[in-house]
């Protein structure tokens, strides 16, 4: 089995930073892409963004600039760097992981979520 944990999540000011992390763990012989993916109350889960087994990432538009994705391979661990946060940015945060489990097993897997609420 696989398990992916969230953690990092809280409270900050407008203007602030966090910074969210994600572990997987479990039967893994490796982890092609992982990304994060947010969803506010009342919408849809959207992407925030992805980074590639050799550290190649997108974004979102309404994160360009102020997030930042990255990746130990080693730990198993996917980064979210968040700075200039804006209340818009509030909602809970989800990692995804596309994880190769062996006898020709690919799935994707997701966390429980990590919440980032951005107010004065």
């Known amino acids: 089995q696989v398990r992916l944990v969230e953690s990092g999540g809280g409270l900050v000011q407008p203007g602030g930073s966090l910074r969210l992390s994600c572990v997987a763990s479990?039967?893994?012989?490796?982890?092609?892409?992982m990304g994060w993916y947010r969803q506010a109350p009342g919408k849809q889960r959207e992407l925030v963004g992805t980074?590639?087994?050799?550290?190649?990432?997108k974004y979102a538009d309404s994160v360009k600039g102020r997030f930042t994705i990255s990746r130990d391979n080693a730990k198993n661990t996917v980064y979210l760097q968040m700075n200039s946060l804006k209340p818009e940015d509030t909602a809970d945060y989800y990692c995804?992981?596309?994880?190769?489990?062996?006898?020709?097993?690919?799935?994707?897997?997701w966390g429980q979520g990590t919440q980032v609420t951005v107010s004065s």
């Open positions: 479990g039967s893994i012989l490796s982890i092609n892409v």
């Open positions: 980074i590639t087994r050799g550290r190649s990432t």
């Open positions: 995804n992981a596309n994880i190769y489990t062996g006898w020709g097993s690919t799935g994707d897997y």
